[in-house]
């Protein structure tokens, strides 16, 4: 059966993103780690409602992790100032993130290390490790959100959207490279009503 729900690709968003700084603990024992964004830019893809292009300023991610699961929480925060002139609005990324050992070195190292953790990877093996002063993060799903702007822009603040992350060592000591793919979600149209869900498939 396929889903009730599919996705379009719609926009990309890239970064160069200073190493975490760790911010010690809250009240719950959660590490508090600080990214700043040195620039960032994001462009619509040509499957998208609309074409534009932008750079995000003042950047800031504030991440909270659980260590002993090695589940992390973003909160990402910024300003899209699109290339036509057109009034910034906000842009803000939430999601859940395991814990990829992989992407230690490249978000937490000052030393460049070469390595680059593909879009998609998440860590479900059975050996993962606590890993206390550092934020452990890894690549799951993030949730973006849009506010503000004028009326050509309303469509991104009233879509749904899910997106996949990549991260690369830039060859920069204390900065990484980020990109995101995003995607809006839409509902399959169907003909199905209450207690048909399970047994009629769906096209999109």
Not at 159 to 170: G, I, L, Q, R
């Amino acid at each position: 059966m396929q889903p009730f729900t599919y996705l379009v690709p719609a926009l990309f968003f890239n970064a160069t993103v200073n190493t975490v700084k760790p911010l010690g603990h809250n009240s719950f024992g959660a590490a508090l780690g600080l990214f700043e964004f040195e620039s960032a830019t994001l462009y619509s893809e040509p499957e998208f409602d609309f074409q534009f292009s932008a750079s995000v300023a003042s950047g800031i991610n504030f991440a909270t992790t659980n260590e002993n699961a090695g589940i992390s929480s973003p909160d990402f925060r910024g300003t899209v100032v699109p290339n036509d002139g057109a009034a910034p609005f906000q842009m803000k990324m939430s999601g859940v993130q395991l814990g990829n050992e992989a992407v230690l070195p490249v978000i937490s190292g000052n030393i460049p290390s070469g390595l680059e953790v593909p879009y998609g990877t998440v860590y479900r093996g059975p050996n993962q490790r606590r890993c206390p002063n550092y934020i452990l993060t890894g690549l799951i799903v993030l949730t973006p959100t849009f506010r503000g702007g004028e009326s050509k822009y309303k469509t991104l603040e009233n879509s749904v959207f899910v997106a996949s992350e990549t991260v690369s060592d830039s060859g920069i000591p204390g900065k990484f490279l980020l990109g995101v793919k995003i995607s809006k979600v839409l509902a399959s149209r169907t003909n199905i009503t209450i207690g048909e869900e399970f047994s009629v498939s769906i096209s999109t």
